[in-house]
């Protein structure tokens, strides 16, 4: 899978600087996710820990079916500059994600309910739009707080679709700064291959470790909303 090298400095730098414009203070109007879909996301994380920076990137398929409680995430990521091919199954009615990588399954408990709405604690930043003329699509942005951590995204004003989220701060009790990105594109309803659901068997012995907020950041598993 192709690996984007084009900087998307531009893009993040614009929500960095309108996301602080809370100029319509309005509250999230129920914003929720069809049932089932799916979609392309380039990924960015970076954080700093024990003072040595670390750089996650990369394109990801992401499979939403929230009547299975379902979330997987598949892709090719660099990781500190290492290549790595990850597949990540969250089961919520598990509450266990399993993370195959390397021909290797791990397992984590889910200490949250699967992301299917905007926060409640979500305020409405603008209504807008992309594009120009007849091109141009009717966008929201909002702006929330995610386990401690600021949430600036933007969605389709119909569909509630995402487009651009980004979550950044100090994650709660570790001292850690983090900012994560995901530029969403090609969404569609519904799920073209059920199977992706389906647990590997690989993944059957693995033991369920609790629950790491600051290794995961880097393997595509901050509860978000999508």
């Known amino acids: 899978m192709y690996i984007p090298v084009v900087s998307r400095s531009s893009v993040i730098m614009l929500h960095i600087v309108l996301a602080p ?11 929720c996710f069809p049932d089932a879909w799916e979609g392309v996301a380039f990924m960015m994380v970076g954080s700093v820990k024990n003072k040595t920076p670390h750089l ?9 079916n929230y009547t299975l409680g379902m979330i997987v995430i598949q892709g090719e990521f660099l990781v500190d500059g290492l290549n790595k091919k990850v597949n990540i199954l969250k089961d919520y009615n598990k509450k266990i994600k399993y993370h195959i990588s390397d021909g290797k399954c791990t397992k984590n408990t889910l200490e949250t309910r699967i992301p299917r709405c905007l926060p409640e604690n979500t305020t409405l ?10 091109e141009k699509v009717a966008v929201k942005m909002y702006s929330s707080n995610v386990g401690g951590l600021e949430m600036n995204f933007t969605v389709t004003a119909n569909g509630c679709f995402p487009i651009v989220a980004i ?13 994560k990105v995901y530029e969403h594109s090609g969404s569609t309803v519904g799920i073209k291959d059920p199977s992706v659901f389906d647990i590997p068997a690989i993944c059957q012995p693995a033991v369920t470790m609790d629950w790491d907020p600051v290794s995961v950041l880097h393997n595509s598993d901050t509860n978000m909303p999508f």
């Open 21 to 31: 414009l809370l100029v319509t203070m309005v509250m999230g109007e129920g914003c």
């Open 56 to 64: 996650t990137k990369g394109v990801v398929m992401f499979h939403m």
């Open 125 to 134: 930043v603008e209504n807008t739009y992309l594009g120009s003329g007849t």
């Open 167 to 179: 979550l950044s701060g100090i994650i709660p009790n570790s001292q850690v700064p983090v900012m």
